[in-house]
């Protein structure tokens, strides 16, 4: 089984400063890793994921991750956020466990991220 | 491509009535998952269909159920409900429904039971 933990229940922040959302995971099997940001009253939209290759996954709207195998990390970063980035973002696996992966995505408890003028 | 669709996007039921959720995956997508989202639990997953078959489940008691068409349309139901089964109901869609695959979102079933 595994686990998503997001360290940061909120992030407020100044428009314009940088951001970094923490995320760590925990699985006995390799995982493959997500995030998703939710807008007040939508769905969930895909920011990026890492499946292998290059740790640094660069996604949409400038946010970047970088996956440390070693520190079970996954942790979000905007060099400079604006208003319209304020929502709750949310860290995921999925693994190759076989049969008990199809279609499951373990979540963490979301970071709401909070952009001030 | 249109996105991932739910209806109804708002209900509101009593306790021990029953509830039917619709959701109509992107063409081409084979997966449909669903997830409830609460304040307390956050993202739960509750089961995956894929080619009429439910491929996987999460840990919900037999009142959640679902379905899934030969068009990949697929529905949920919950019947007893429970004050507790307030909750944001997502569907997700995916090509094949494997680890490697994306998931897209739909905007959600916002379900109230008084």
Same mark, same amino acid.
């Given at each position: 089984a595994q686990s998503v933990t997001q360290l940061d229940s909120q992030v407020p922040v100044f428009e314009e400063a940088p951001v970094e959302l923490r995320c760590n995971y925990s699985s006995s099997v390799s995982v493959y890793l997500f995030w998703y940001v939710q807008y007040p009253n939508q769905g969930l939209q895909l920011l990026l994921k890492y499946l #292998?290759? #290059?740790?640094l996954v660069k996604g949409i709207n400038g946010f970047e991750a970088e996956f440390n195998k070693s520190q079970t990390s996954f942790h979000l970063r905007k060099p400079s956020v604006h208003i319209s980035d304020t929502a709750e973002y949310f860290c995921a696996v999925s693994d190759?466990? !076989? !049969?008990? #992966?199809?279609?499951k995505l373990t979540f963490g408890q979301g970071t709401i991220l909070t952009v001030h003028p | 491509k249109a996105g991932v669709t739910q209806t109804p996007r708002y209900l509101i039921k009593t306790r021990g009535q029953q509830v039917t959720l619709s959701c109509s995956p992107i063409s081409g997508h084979r997966s449909v998952s669903w997830y409830q989202q609460t304040p307390g639990q956050g993202l739960q997953f509750l089961f995956e269909y894929f080619s009429e078959t439910q491929r996987n489940k999460g840990n919900?008691?037999?009142r959640f159920s679902g379905r899934q068409f030969s068009n990949s349309r697929s529905e949920m139901n919950v019947s007893? =409900?429970? =004050?507790? %089964?307030?909750a944001l109901y997502l569907c997700a869609s995916s =090509? %094949?429904?494997?680890?490697t695959d994306t998931q897209y979102f739909g905007p959600g079933t916002r379900l109230t039971v008084l």
């Open positions: #292998s290759g #290059s740790t190759n466990a !076989g !049969g008990t #992966s199809y279609g | 919900f008691p037999g007893t =409900l429970e =004050l507790g %089964d307030s =090509l %094949d429904g494997i680890s």
